[in-house]
């Protein structure tokens, strides 16, 4: 088998784009970056990538490249930065890629399994999702909440939206787990499109919108936002708007500290009921309120 050269560097995040840019020069086949010190990126301006404080910088290069040769040009151009170079052996990365995922539990009897394996109890309610360009996979703290919390709701003969539904695995899960109807809203056209592909693969309907496209008249019994802080905060009328009253919400996307300002801001039109933790993410759920009533004494 043919073997790889892996060049890796680690530098301020205002050097990576540029490291990167230079080692595509020399004949990288692909560069990849990594936070060095698990810093999350929680929350970044629109239209923007933004990188970690300390980045760790991956270049990977065919292997007649000479390795005394490439050590020289990196070390001539980026004088201070360290680097080191290794010879990889090839293996089937397909496979290897196919080796990190496994089938996730959520709740009591709800599984989320890559469409390559079989389910570990086909008789328990599951959807096959695979990774893939947009969001929600089950694997990370604020999805896995929402998992949990959909397979612990009554669902049937229900009607769900999906605010900010990324890969739309919590539009999907709710239709496997009984409801009836589901939308899945998100600002990103391939975040749909991933969406409208999951839901063909589970052999479900999402009706999938961008926001400004998505009536105002809709209301639902159930409504779950993944999204962020500051969307919850800005989007709270409209998404409170298009709940029924009594019907359930759960929002997440939020951050443990973050949880009693959300609480707050909804006050008026949520009878919020739990806060459930998972390392510092959080989600919180609740009943919409019935709408206010003036009373009149004669």
Not at 137 to 155: F, I, K, P, R, V
Request: net charge negative; hydrophobic share 40%.
């Amino acid at each position: 088998m043919a073997e790889w050269i892996q060049l890796t560097t680690q530098c301020i995040e205002s050097q990576a784009e540029a490291i990167e840019d230079y080692l595509l020069e020399l004949g990288a086949v692909s560069v990849t970056f990594q936070d060095v010190q698990d810093t999350p990126i929680f929350e970044p301006d629109l239209g923007t990538t933004p990188l970690w404080p300390n980045t760790q910088v991956v270049g990977l290069f065919e292997s007649n490249y000479d390795l005394d040769i490439l050590r020289q040009q990196f070390q001539q151009t980026w004088p201070n930065q360290p680097m080191q170079l290794e010879v990889l052996p090839d293996q089937d990365w397909t496979q290897s890629w196919m080796d990190n995922y496994h089938p996730l539990k959520f709740g009591e009897h709800f599984w989320v399994v890559p469409s390559w394996l079989e389910p570990p109890n086909p008789e328990e309610p599951y959807i096959l999702l695979d990774p893939g360009l947009a969001f929600g996979t089950g694997t990370h703290e604020t999805t896995a909440l929402c998992l949990d919390w959909l397979s612990n709701q009554q669902l049937n003969n229900s009607t769900l939206i999906d605010y900010g539904c990324g890969s739309g695995i919590l539009a999907v899960a709710a239709l496997k787990l009984g409801c009836d109807m589901a939308y899945g809203v998100d600002i990103d056209p391939q975040a749909l499109l991933a969406t409208q592909q999951n839901a063909e693969l589970n052999q479900v309907k999402v009706h999938t919108y961008l926001p400004e496209a998505f009536a105002s008249t809709i209301q639902c019994d159930h409504l779950i936002a993944n999204i962020l802080y500051g969307p919850l905060i800005s989007l709270a009328p409209q998404l409170m708007q298009q709940v029924k009253p009594g019907g359930h919400i759960a929002l997440s996307g939020l951050l443990q500290e973050q949880a009693e300002a959300i609480r707050q801001h909804y006050a008026p039109w949520v009878n919020w009921q739990a806060q459930v933790n998972r390392n510092e993410w959080c989600l919180l759920s609740g009943i919409k309120l019935p709408p206010l009533t003036k009373e009149f004494v004669a």
